[in-house]
């Protein structure tokens, strides 16, 4: 045990009136809700890098926290480790995620990197052992080295695409070693500074090709888990390849990949390429595409990515009313790519950031879940399409324009209107959130 | 003759240093470049909708325009088309687009609609003999009346899908008439209010649908134009399914019509989408999805479509470069979707918004053309991916990671950056401009 | 009585469990809050001009609701009043605001607008002598007609100013003929398309005066009530001069009319000029300058003003807990200057429309009271602070920045930051939301 | 001589013909435009922040340039200034602008931050003697270290405004003795990132104390150069106080200050303000605080700050045609806070990005200064406001409401509206750029 939490407990369900910061109050992971536990729903997941790599930097400032293990070295990742581990224990966390680069020294080489990939990876492993923590997903930092500035897979220089292609080699290895249940890709860098300076289709093709190894390796080695693309639209670039949803799933039609691949949707990520998190969502429900969420809001009036702990539960409702529609998580979760704000210099706000996200999700998830139970809101959306479940309908859909004119004009068809009934819907949300 | 527009001359070219109100500076329609006429490049078009038929209302405030034409009945309707084709011609605009709403009075069914829109488009036809003036598209207005107000194509009315799809025949039918070189579908209405009740997936279908029928009737009947969607991202509705290129790509693939069906990109709606518009014509490009542009120009701080005529002759360039790497305008070309200012209430304004932005559209276009002729730019991204051209690249993107893996291994591949040269080509543009 | 609500009861509280959508869950007017019943607390006010002026257009479709008093007359004008007045007793909504253009049929005259408003007003009178409703504000419409496009007291001509002054006065009349408590204006048209046709500093001074102007008017025929500016980014102008609270202060300081003048703050508005509403309101308050609110929320991903009713409790709990700061409403109070989503047609959309809107009102107010009862919030915020509450601190203040550095120097000054523990604190507002 | 540079020519005009991309096309330094030469209207200066001592990191990737005096120690201080004075020389830039922490060591106590700073400043002072080179303006680095995190002169520990305000004084003691014209403070974390734990009337209350104690220890040492405030709306933190021009005016009205301080305006503030640049200049000019400009823009697309070197000449003439209606500067000048894009790794970037942002400065101000001297816009704006300068309309604006509805009333006023001539009005600018 490392004293970094020393004094704070591990947390519990003390019921909505608990006066106790360090307690759940709506997160009872034992819980039935729809016939399983609450923590087989919700799945939650801790992110590394943020929580234990990030240094509490921001573009007009440097480094604000103070951590024992921030340094050199594989001591400093074990430590790192270590203190991970015991977060993941407070909380109960049943999964975590990782880049290479936040667990690993790093190293002068490819080779270097390798090595210090593998004995950090057989250390977690010891960990998972003794915990039962479980791996969500893993994943490449194909981003922060000045090597991939002009991107990875989608870089001028295709050397850049060698090394990062080695790369995710070596982290899909790591992630299998760890039973991890998806693979993650976030192009950070596919994208471009400049128009002037990019050959868009020419990278295209080249995000397509390491795609489609990266799948094709995976499966080569019996990795089962499922292959994710985090959407987001810019930043750091001025432009993301992996814009949205939407845009993801023409990307991977084009590559003959929809099957294969699903996509993570950021809360954050979703706001900033203008649309909402129940947008996404159910989007990719529709599309088929739907895996994982990393539960992170974002600033409404921030124009970057703040990837903040999440707390609207009304928001959040929305959202696992959606992931609930889609069936629930199969190998995905609730991952918080969070990060502490700046100035919450201590390892209590650490926790109790952790537990305020869990909370507030987990009582938005008990709306959704009355939501869909009680049926109203389906019942209203089957209701409000019930004419296209006739014969005719179908026939028409089936048919051709011409003979829909002949019908129209021969019948004299001219619809009147009917309410979209949105406020009143508004409001029946409220009496579950 | 109506007098409209008493006293406004023909409008010709007099040269940059002419001090006419009522000229082109840059705008020479018969001057050669990249070896055809500026007009053949251009192909301008005047939008039928913003210039005639907008009274000048906008959310918070009634009509401010004063035109004789405004009312109802067929002779309005006539009046309108005189004064419209006497502004083409003014303009020497060689092609106009317009909505059916825009050009008939507006019946009481289907049949009365149908009667009044072949009416015109005989009139129509009948000026366009006698003016040379030709038809860039047709287009259904199925956004404006209440019976859309929930969707046309994807309304969760069947009988409200119907009036869409027959209008949307007589459309075709008049632009077939009227040798129309491209058909077009916006979407104003096919998106949602709120996600609470709408089916989204229902919706994908009914829109899937749609256009496989209208692209089927067009052919049946002969129609060899371009048949392009225009993509939004929002507005009117708070989420339109046509978001960007990208999304229109992916549902085009999804239903098989990506060699069918083309984009119509507009400035101002890639502005609201959060990309560049020269982003949004690149990316049709690289998906061969490239068909013809709205050329009108959103306000970078309002949050709206606010359709001004274009006059950033910098901007402009990029746009047309895009456009010129594309090959340049096959059956597409250069339309204004822009409508006048609500306090610009003369008819001098009409015709002078309309110069303006048909001047900067060439100063933009020459400048495009000699960034092109001169090969710099394109030389140097060229330099720039020089690298995937080596046999060992192409190798590595037909192989896998493990390959790659064991390369980078053993040569100890370990790439430096390269610097992206961003200020010295936007340098390079500005030589241009 | 008309049989326009026909069949629609009047609103009780019939508790958070109670399943009538005709029924409050947290608003019981007479419920006591801190000290006072929360009808006194929350002073809701129905706005006549969404709920009852509002024909469902936006700018790219018409008309979709069908009134029946929707026309031309006085009769027309009177059986609008009436449903809008049973409307205010169905909900028991204490307070209504009105334009006069929302009230009275338009004339071709000043001297007609102005018999016409006489009219309207007296009959008003009637009304809320029957029924006990009262007025919260109420405000001349300045940029609906075209005459208004350029602007009113803004405008380049001096006949406009007239007319609207002319105007302005002919509704502090009315306004304290009904006992109204506020005054409002709002200049949706004071700003500008482009700063190419615009004086800015000549504008400004105008508006300084017209201000001075109704200020001085109001008092000298004693109305009692307070003066507000609605601030507001843009739309319908490019710019609007009242853009954010912090604005209009400065601009009140000008002309030496902050004591004068408040604010009234609209959560849309907040969101639209780039801040959280809590953040207007809690600036207002520091400014002194806190007046009423409109509480219809602005959708986080349009970008245009869509004045929807309330319905995210938490955001509100945020919104109340810093008007409880300012000390509550005096005039003030909680205007709904919503209008129901176009497709929402229905009677009975009206009504639950309102419904949803208080009881979310409630919602959140009663959260925020609690948090300021429990007074942990205010502790943490003291805390935080309390080093500026010892002599030295305040010494430095009042001295110079040479004693600073000295000290600086002398003492080896060098502060260590202390955790913001924004999570625990955004944890604590979860346990009264 | 470094051979940092090595290779690289100083920068000479060659006109607008020239291939040379070390070449200006349109600065030619000592060309007359309006009475003085250009190098006296446009005072330009490189900044010293970006240029030297930014890394080329971002929050998704640390450092990608690679610069010979990067590392810690007064050796390496030095080296820093020579190659930047070698910069200027090359550029011909007339001024420099710097913070402390950018040119000297940082020091573990104020003493030896002070100490620093006064060794380098004197290193400083023997330069600009050698090389002519000016300062434009100093300022403080007061958001980069960590104890700054929450805030300076606003932070709740009045330990941090002490610190603060020791090294303003040490900062305007360097100012002043390197003869600055300016002295500029930014408040890049005076705002909050929540309010709940913030006390917005207490940091305001200090905020302007601090700006008090400031101007009155820069006017007691002597220096008479302008103190400027540089607004932003926000980043680093989510409310930056000092959001635009006219919050600050709002600001300097409560604390007395509007005679002594101007304002710093930078075009990608602005933007990020919801603003264009060349309305903050011309509000700032009509409130009396115009002082200066950073000219270098934002992205439209990204969300945050971008400080890219400016390339668009049609909007910078409109921002330099508001300087030349405000006088042109006085002690203000034309500064890039710009930086490289972080793939311009080469010291040929850097010097081409100040070339093509000069010369892209000189072709906008040129056309500046054409539109202002043929007078045509002037001559447009005068005449739409003529009518307000008959003393009919003077009389109304000193009078009061009831004459002016008496004569709205007797006179039967009913304006008409007039064309705002908005497109004629862009095509006008469009001559001239
Ligand atoms: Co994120
Ligand atoms: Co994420
Ligand atoms: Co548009
Ligand atoms: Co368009
Ligand atoms: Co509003
Ligand atoms: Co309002
Ligand atoms: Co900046
Ligand atoms: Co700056």
Redesign the interface.
């Known amino acids: 045990m490392t004293d970094f939490f020393k004094g704070i407990p591990a947390i519990r369900h003390e019921g909505p009136d608990s006066d106790n910061?360090f307690a759940f109050?709506h997160y009872a992971p034992e819980e039935v809700v729809m016939g399983k536990p609450m923590k087989e729903h919700l799945r939650f997941s801790v992110a590394y890098w943020h929580s234990f790599a990030w240094e509490?930097g921001?573009?007009?400032?440097?480094?604000?926290f103070d951590r024992p293990w921030f340094g050199e070295g594989m001591e400093k990742a074990k430590l790192k480790a270590d203190v991970a581990f015991e977060m993941f224990e407070i909380l109960g966390a049943p999964y975590f995620c990782f880049h290479d680069v936040d667990a690993r020294p790093e190293g002068a080489?490819?080779?270097e990197n390798?090595r210090n990939l593998r004995e950090i990876t057989d250390y977690f492993q010891g960990k998972m052992e003794t915990t039962g923590t479980k791996l969500l997903w893993g994943t490449a930092n194909l981003?922060?080295?000045?090597?991939?500035?002009?991107g990875a897979a989608t870089n001028?220089?295709?050397?850049?695409?060698?090394?990062a292609?080695?790369t995710?080699?070596?982290c899909?290895d790591a992630t299998h070693q760890l039973g991890g249940e998806n693979y993650v890709l976030w192009g950070?860098?596919e994208g471009y500074?400049?128009?002037?300076?990019?050959?868009?289709?020419?990278e295209?093709?080249?995000a397509g090709?390491f795609l489609t190894?990266?799948v094709?390796?995976a499966r080569?080695i019996g990795f089962n888990g499922t292959i994710l693309i985090e959407p987001k639209?810019?930043?750091?670039t001025?432009?993301q390849y992996d814009?949205?949803v939407?845009?993801v799933?023409?990307?991977l039609?084009?590559f003959g990949l929809e099957k294969e691949v699903k996509v993570n949707i950021e809360q954050g990520h979703a706001?900033?390429?203008?649309?909402?998190f129940?947008?996404e969502l159910?989007?990719a429900?529709?599309?088929g595409i739907f895996g994982s969420i990393d539960m992170n809001r974002n600033?409404?009036?921030?124009?970057?990515?703040t990837d903040q702990?999440p707390?609207?539960?009304?928001?959040m409702a929305?959202a696992y009313y959606?992931v609930l529609r889609a069936g629930g998580f199969t190998t995905g979760g609730t991952n918080f790519d969070s990060k502490?704000?700046?100035?919450?210099?201590?390892p209590?706000?650490l926790i109790?950031?952790h537990?305020?996200g869990m909370?507030?999700c987990a009582?938005g998830f008990k709306a959704a879940a009355r939501m869909l139970e009680d049926g109203k809101?389906e019942a209203?959306?089957d209701t409000?399409?019930a004419?296209?479940d006739?014969p005719?309908?179908k026939a028409?859909?089936a048919?051709?324009?011409?003979q829909?004119?002949a019908?129209?004009?021969g019948e004299?068809?001219?619809?009147?209107?009917?309410?979209?009934?949105?406020?009143?819907?508004?409001?029946l949300?409220?009496?579950y959130?």
Do not use: C
């Open positions: 910061d109050r509490g921001d573009p007009f400032g440097g480094q604000t080489s490819f080779a390798t981003f922060s080295h000045r090597r991939y500035m002009s001028p220089d295709p050397d850049v695409y060698a090394f292609a080695a995710v080699k070596s899909i950070g860098r500074e400049t128009l002037l300076n990019t050959d868009m289709g020419r295209r093709q080249q090709r190894q990266a094709e390796y080569k639209p810019q930043e750091p001025k432009h814009y949205d939407a845009t799933y023409g990307f039609k084009d706001i900033l390429a203008g649309h909402s129940e947008h159910a989007l429900r529709e599309l600033d409404y009036q921030s124009g970057w990515d702990f707390n609207n539960v009304p928001e929305l959606e502490l704000r700046r100035q919450s210099l201590d209590e706000d109790l950031a537990v305020g909370d507030a009582a809101l209203a959306r409000r399409y004419g296209w006739g005719e309908a028409m859909l048919g051709g324009f011409e829909i004119a019908r129209v004009e004299g068809i001219n619809p009147e209107p009917r309410s979209g009934r949105q406020e009143r819907l508004e409001n949300v409220n009496r959130v």
